[in-house]
């Protein structure tokens, strides 16, 4: 077992192109958000497992003894890539979610008691008590349930000895083996996730290319009108990378953020051409643009969530009247930056106070 107490983080994602629209091999850019989910593990001797989650005033413990009965064979634990349905539909009868009534709380247990489960099986179960709390909003499509996988999979793996105890650096192979235990509990909350929020969660300091599927029926209705979109869409994705890519190699000029900003106008006509916009997004970028900003939709459509583009000369009075006229229409609001570092280990006294505060309370 590692040291008594111990921290881990991932980031939220932001799909800055190609949500929606990246089918028959087309490109999304998806990128990492300096908004994190933290996880607090902490080793006891109450010969309980408990769970600690803030964001949604739950707090929740279980007898080891009641979740062994759960486990009536030989545990391969960190070898174990596949999800296992006997034990999922087990602990969704443990929990009381038989009836497909799966909301967030019932979401976050069901991920957590897997892994911990799966990953420790019939060998001896360690009495520990989790704390969660996310900067992310949950449901807005920024990749809050796949932080929160890969917080898990990485603290678990952690206290199993799988993967170096904390504040040691952790190889390609550990974060793959971090990343495959993350999918795993996408899969428990979102039944056929696509794998590129918990790799953003587990990687991704800049962008990723990812295959999913989505938008078929209007494809199949209206191919040769769809098809072109598509293209088109994926030809965004890919500038957009390009200049990001330069950002990153060459000095910075106000050239690339002109070019980013028509961009993102361009693709959020496509995604309303695509059926995935609302009049909430609209009015998103209604808004920002009288204040000469550029918005879009990111995530997963349908009223969700929306990103804006801030030029770094962008003055923050600007910023905070936006700020403010966004609140007036009844929006929530968020400033942070993309490019964050994957998920990553702390020490407590790196861990910000007032995260800390928050960890502790329960």
């Known amino acids: ?32 958000l300096n908004l994190r989910t933290y996880l607090r593990l902490e080793t006891t001797t109450t010969g309980k497992v408990c769970i600690n989650l803030p ?56 991920s957590f008691l897997y892994l911990y489960l799966s990953l420790f ?36 793996l952690s206290a199993r000895g799988a993967i170096p105890t904390p504040l040691k650096e952790w190889c390609q192979e550990d974060l793959e083996l971090i990343n495959s235990w993350a999918f795993q509990g996408e899969m428990i909350i979102h039944g056929n996730p696509s794998g590129v929020d918990n790799a953003v969660g587990t990687w991704v300091p800049r962008s990723t290319k990812v295959l999913v599927a989505r938008v078929k029926d209007k494809i199949n209705k209206f191919p040769s009108i769809m098809t072109p979109v598509l293209d088109s869409v994926d030809a965004v994705s890919c500038t957009c990378e390009k200049v990001l890519s330069e950002m990153t190699s060459e000095p910075i000029t106000g050239e690339h953020y002109n070019i980013l900003e028509e961009l993102i106008d361009i693709n959020q006509h496509h995604l309303n051409v695509m059926g995935v916009g609302h009049p909430a997004l609209d009015t998103l970028c209604r808004v920002t643009l009288t204040r000469g900003l550029h918005s879009k939709l990111t995530g997963a459509g349908g009223g969700g969530c929306g990103i804006t583009l801030l030029r770094p000369e962008t003055d923050s009075v600007v910023v905070q009247s936006t700020v403010q006229d966004l609140r007036d229409c009844g929006f929530d609001c968020w400033e942070t930056s993309i490019g964050g570092p994957g998920v990553q280990q702390h020490a407590p006294l790196s861990v910000k106070e007032e995260v800390l505060e928050i960890l502790n309370r329960y």
């Not at 983080?9 to 990492?32: D, F, N, Q, R, T």
């Not at 999922?88 to 709380?105: A, I, M, P």
């Open 55 to 110: 964001n949604i005033d739950t707090f929740l413990c279980w007898n080891l003894t009641e979740l062994k009965q759960l486990l009536p064979y030989s545990s391969k634990g960190e070898e174990m890539k596949r999800l296992d349905p006997e034990l999922v539909q087990r602990l969704r009868e443990f929990v009381g979610v038989t009836n497909g009534n799966l909301d967030t709380c019932n979401m976050a247990t069901l």
């Open 1 to 32: 077992m590692p040291a008594n107490d111990f921290f881990v983080s991932a980031p939220g994602k932001a799909i800055l192109h190609g949500e929606h629209a990246v089918v028959h091999g087309k490109v999304a850019l998806a990128v990492s």
């Open 121 to 156: 099986g019939s060998s001896e179960l360690p009495s520990l008590t989790l704390s969660v709390w996310s900067e992310l909003p949950t449901g807005a499509g920024l990749g809050s349930s796949a932080a929160y996988s890969v917080c898990l999979a990485a603290a678990l």
